[in-house]
């Protein structure tokens, strides 16, 4: 999968390939502070080298990151699976419609016992508060108790 994401303190785009988005979305959050994802698409090292390549001429200190251009922002809007941050993140995250409708079904004996890994887990929690901030904030709640 090739995603494309964006440093919020200076702007510059980063292009990258990974299999699990999710997982290098909180990873590149851990080590960069804001980011805002901005597009996903079908794709392989190839293809991220390709892209490499063609956006050279933006390219910041030979590195995976890319100066903000109206190049990439057209080719991302043209390529990628866009929406809004909450159709992203669901994809970003893989998580299947059964899994949504697992998470809405949560009691609150359930969300007990799994609290503490879901505040653990950035990905999933980001979700989480996103989609169903009703269940984050019991959840939070929840945790203040125990």
Known sequence: ???????????????????????????????????????????????ENQLHKQFADYRFEKREWFSDSTSIREYIASNT????????????????????????????RQMQKVGRKLSNNDALWMFIEECRPDIAERVKQILQST
């Open 81 to 108: 699976k866009q929406g809004t941050d909450r159709d992203k993140k669901h994809h970003a995250l893989r998580l299947e419609p059964v899994t949504k409708i697992a998470i809405d079904l949560l009691t609150v």
């Open 1 to 47: 999968m090739i995603y494309f994401i964006q440093r919020k303190r200076d702007g510059l785009i980063k292009i990258g390939y990974t299999g699990n988005v999710g997982e290098r979305f909180s990873g590149l959050k851990s080590e960069h502070g804001a980011i805002e994802l901005l597009g996903i698409m079908e794709g392989d090292r190839d293809t």
